[in-house]
């Protein structure tokens, strides 16, 4: 597999495939060897998303994503951000953000080694995190977390009941606050 660098920002370098042109990002371990951290999808739509992923993993994202979307408060829409399935308040609902890009509520993806549920309503906010760690401890479920991310290898995994409730929980209003909290708009 051939690979060119594109671009490497704050010590991390990334890297495309020659043919798909799918990134990956590479990060330097102290022997000089690379591992892959990231895989970002080429994809139009979820429905591309879902197709370019084999079908044991594909049921596994499904099942977390109908769940999602049962639960998914009004305000919020579906789509492709950052590679992955994300679920954004739009600029039509919020423009000012720092990167010009629709406010991520939640991500859902594929990465090679695992599948991540992204969270970031429990990034900015410490309760929903205790929520989500107690609602592991008492599903007698191990919690694999980063800051947002959730990392699973089925959705048996996961505490879906407490994920429904949590998606659920947090208006399109109320995330604007807590993100205007964490980071707060720019001014014009």
């Known amino acids: 597999m051939q690979t060119r660098t594109f671009g490497h920002r704050f010590g991390k370098v990334f890297r495309a495939t020659k043919s798909t042109g799918q990134r990956r990002l590479l990060t330097p371990v102290p022997d000089g060897e690379t591992i892959l951290r990231m895989v970002q999808s080429?994809?139009?739509?979820?429905?591309?998303?879902?197709?370019?992923?084999?079908?044991?993993?594909?049921?596994?994202?499904?099942?977390?994503?109908?769940?999602?979307?049962?639960?998914?408060?009004?305000?919020?829409?579906?789509?492709?951000?950052?590679g992955m399935i994300a679920y954004v308040v739009p600029l039509a609902t919020y423009p000012n953000t720092y990167n010009k890009q629709p406010l991520t509520y939640l991500g859902l993806a594929a990465q090679k080694n695992y599948l991540a549920l992204y969270l970031t309503c429990v990034y900015?906010?410490?309760?929903?995190?205790?929520?989500?760690?107690?609602?592991?401890?008492?599903?007698?479920?191990?919690?694999?977390?980063g800051k947002a991310c959730v990392r699973f290898k089925s959705a048996e995994e996961l505490p879906l009941a407490a994920i429904a409730k949590l998606v659920g929980g947090v208006s399109v209003k109320a995330f604007i606050k807590a993100y205007?909290?964490?980071?707060?708009?720019?001014?014009k």
């Not at 079908?55 to 829409?77: C, F, M, Q, T």
């Not at 929520?131 to 977390?145: E, H, I, Q, W, Y």
């Not at 205007?180 to 001014?187: D, L, S, T």
């Open 180 to 187: 205007e909290n964490v980071k707060p708009p720019k001014k």
């Open 124 to 145: 900015c906010d410490p309760r929903q995190l205790a929520k989500l760690k107690a609602a592991f401890k008492s599903a007698g479920k191990k919690l694999d977390m």
């Open 42 to 82: 080429n994809a139009k739509s979820v429905a591309d998303y879902l197709a370019e992923l084999d079908p044991a993993r594909r049921a596994e994202v499904s099942k977390v994503r109908d769940v999602i979307l049962a639960n998914l408060p009004a305000g919020y829409s579906e789509g492709i951000g950052y």
